[in-house]
C-alpha cells in the first residue's frame, strides 16, 4: 500500500494524540474531524463536524488512502449510540463508496467479556465476542462486527487492533490506588463491591495498594498494553498487506498478577496492602498471532509500566 493521506476520526482523544504522532512520523498527512477538540499536529488539515453527520464523514474520508477510527465513547447513554454506532456505520459506509486502501479500527477486549465472564484459556483472536455490562463493552462488539460485515458484503479493506486497557503516564498508579477505584464510572475498571472493612478505610481516607482476588482469596490474573507497544503494533499494521481482513489483539508480554503486582509497588512506595475479594474473573490476552504476522515486540511489562510511572509521577513532584 502506498498511504499519503489518512482520515482521523478521534484524533484528540488518548489514542488519537498518540496516532497523529506515528502518522506524522511517517510523512503522512492528517485530514482529522472536530467535533470539540482542536487537533494539532504537522500537516494536520481539520474538519468541523460530527460523526454521526454522514456528510461530514465522507468530507473527512474523501481522497484518504488510509481511514483510522477511534472515536469512541463510554458509559454515556446519550452520546454512545450517536458516536460507537452510527459513527462506525458512517465511516463503513463512506468506506465503500471511497477508493481506501485500509481501514484500520481500534477496538478493545472489552468486546471479549474479559473480567466479568470465566476465560480458562488465554484469550486468542477466534474467541467469541461476548460485551460485559455496559454501553463501552457492546458498542467495541458492534463496532467489530459492522466492519467485518462490510469487509465481507462489500470488500472494505478492514484491519482491527484489539488493545487491552491502555496505560501510559501514571494511570498504572492511578489503578492501584484504593481510594480513587471503589466507584468509578465504567464497570471492570474499579473494584465492585467491596466489604464494609474496605469502605471503612475509604472513609477514612486511608490509602492502601489492592491485591484483587477471588472468592477463596487466590489473587486474579490481568493484561493492560503500554501505549507505547499498542503505537508499535498501529505502525506494523498501517499500509501492511497482511493485516487487511485481520484482526489482532494486543497486549503487553505477559499477563501480571494482582499479588505480585501489589508488593512490588508496595516496596517501591512503602505502602501497605490489601487483599479486596471480587466477583472478576481473571485472564490473559494471547497476542501470538500479533507477534508471528506482524513482528510485534511489546517492551512494557507490568514492572516496567509500573517504572515508568513511578518515574512520571516523581518528575510531576
Same mark, same amino acid.
Given at each position: 500500500?502506498?498511504?499519503?493521506?489518512?482520515? +482521523?476520526?478521534?484524533?484528540?482523544?488518548?489514542?488519537?494524540?498518540?496516532?497523529?504522532?506515528?502518522? =506524522?512520523?511517517?510523512?503522512?498527512?492528517?485530514?482529522?474531524?472536530?467535533?470539540?477538540?482542536?487537533?494539532?499536529?504537522?500537516?494536520? @488539515?481539520?474538519?468541523?463536524?460530527?460523526? =454521526?453527520?454522514?456528510?461530514?464523514?465522507?468530507?473527512?474520508?474523501?481522497?484518504?488512502?488510509?481511514? *483510522?477510527?477511534?472515536?469512541?465513547?463510554?458509559? %454515556?447513554?446519550?452520546?454512545?449510540?450517536?458516536?460507537?454506532?452510527? #459513527?462506525?456505520?458512517? &465511516?463503513? $459506509?463512506?468506506?465503500?463508496?471511497?477508493?481506501?486502501?485500509? *481501514?484500520?479500527?481500534?477496538? #478493545?477486549?472489552?468486546?471479549?467479556?474479559?473480567?466479568?465472564?470465566?476465560?480458562?484459556?488465554?484469550? %486468542? $483472536?477466534?474467541?467469541?465476542?461476548?460485551?460485559?455490562?455496559?454501553?463501552?463493552?457492546?458498542?467495541? *462488539?458492534?463496532?467489530?462486527?459492522?466492519?467485518?460485515?462490510?469487509?465481507?458484503?462489500?470488500? +472494505?479493506?478492514?484491519?482491527?487492533?484489539?488493545?487491552?486497557?491502555?496505560?501510559? %503516564?501514571?494511570?498504572?498508579?492511578?489503578?492501584?490506588?484504593?481510594?480513587?477505584? +471503589?466507584?468509578?464510572?465504567?464497570?471492570?475498571?474499579?473494584?465492585? $463491591? +467491596?466489604?464494609?472493612?474496605?469502605?471503612?478505610?475509604? !472513609?477514612?481516607?486511608?490509602? !492502601?495498594?489492592?491485591?484483587?482476588?477471588? @472468592? /477463596?482469596?487466590?489473587?486474579?490474573?490481568?493484561? &493492560?498494553?503500554?501505549?507505547?507497544?499498542?503505537?508499535?503494533?498501529?505502525?506494523?499494521?498501517?499500509?501492511?498487506?497482511?493485516?487487511?481482513?485481520? =484482526?489482532?489483539?494486543?497486549? =503487553?508480554?505477559?499477563?501480571? /498478577?494482582?499479588?505480585?503486582?501489589?508488593?512490588?509497588?508496595?516496596?517501591?512506595?512503602?505502602?501497605?496492602?490489601?487483599?479486596?475479594?471480587?466477583?472478576?474473573?481473571?485472564?490473559? &490476552?494471547?497476542?501470538? !498471532?500479533?507477534?508471528?504476522?506482524?513482528?510485534?515486540?511489546? @517492551?512494557?511489562?507490568?514492572?516496567?509500566?509500573? %517504572?515508568?510511572?513511578?518515574?512520571? !509521577?516523581?518528575?510531576?513532584?
Amino acid at each position: 500500500m502506498n498511504i499519503k493521506t489518512a482520515a +482521523v476520526f478521534g484524533a484528540s482523544g488518548k489514542l488519537g494524540k498518540h496516532v497523529i504522532k506515528v502518522l =506524522s512520523a511517517r510523512g503522512i498527512s492528517v485530514r482529522a474531524l472536530v467535533h470539540h477538540t482542536p487537533v494539532e499536529g504537522e500537516n494536520v @488539515e481539520c474538519i468541523t463536524g460530527s460523526i =454521526s453527520d454522514i456528510s461530514a464523514v465522507r468530507e473527512t474520508i474523501r481522497g484518504a488512502d488510509a481511514v *483510522v477510527h477511534l472515536a469512541t465513547t463510554k458509559e %454515556d447513554p446519550e452520546t454512545f449510540f450517536d458516536v460507537a454506532l452510527r #459513527g462506525t456505520w458512517n &465511516i463503513l $459506509e463512506a468506506c465503500r463508496d471511497a477508493d481506501v486502501q485500509q *481501514v484500520l479500527l481500534f477496538g #478493545g477486549d472489552a468486546a471479549f467479556g474479559i473480567w466479568f465472564y470465566p476465560q480458562p484459556i488465554p484469550i %486468542d $483472536e477466534n474467541h467469541s465476542l461476548a460485551a460485559y455490562p455496559g454501553y463501552y463493552a457492546f458498542s467495541k *462488539v458492534m463496532e467489530e462486527t459492522m466492519a467485518r460485515q462490510y469487509s465481507l458484503q462489500y470488500n +472494505v479493506p478492514v484491519s482491527i487492533l484489539r488493545a487491552s486497557w491502555v496505560f501510559q %503516564d501514571d494511570d498504572l498508579l492511578q489503578h492501584f490506588s484504593l481510594l480513587k477505584n +471503589v466507584d468509578p464510572a465504567e464497570p471492570g475498571h474499579g473494584f465492585g $463491591e +467491596v466489604p464494609e472493612t474496605i469502605l471503612q478505610l475509604v !472513609r477514612a481516607g486511608e490509602e !492502601r495498594i489492592p491485591i484483587l482476588t477471588d @472468592e /477463596n482469596g487466590v489473587a486474579l490474573n490481568r493484561h &493492560i498494553v503500554h501505549v507505547d507497544d499498542v503505537m508499535q503494533a498501529f505502525d506494523k499494521m498501517l499500509g501492511n498487506d497482511a493485516a487487511i481482513n485481520q =484482526s489482532f489483539n494486543i497486549a =503487553s508480554p505477559a499477563a501480571f /498478577n494482582y499479588r505480585v503486582a501489589a508488593e512490588y509497588l508496595s516496596s517501591k512506595m512503602n505502602g501497605e496492602t490489601v487483599d479486596i475479594p471480587c466477583k472478576y474473573f481473571g485472564f490473559e &490476552i494471547n497476542i501470538n !498471532r500479533a507477534r508471528s504476522i506482524l513482528g510485534y515486540a511489546p @517492551e512494557n511489562d507490568f514492572f516496567a509500566m509500573a %517504572d515508568r510511572a513511578l518515574e512520571f !509521577r516523581q518528575q510531576l513532584n
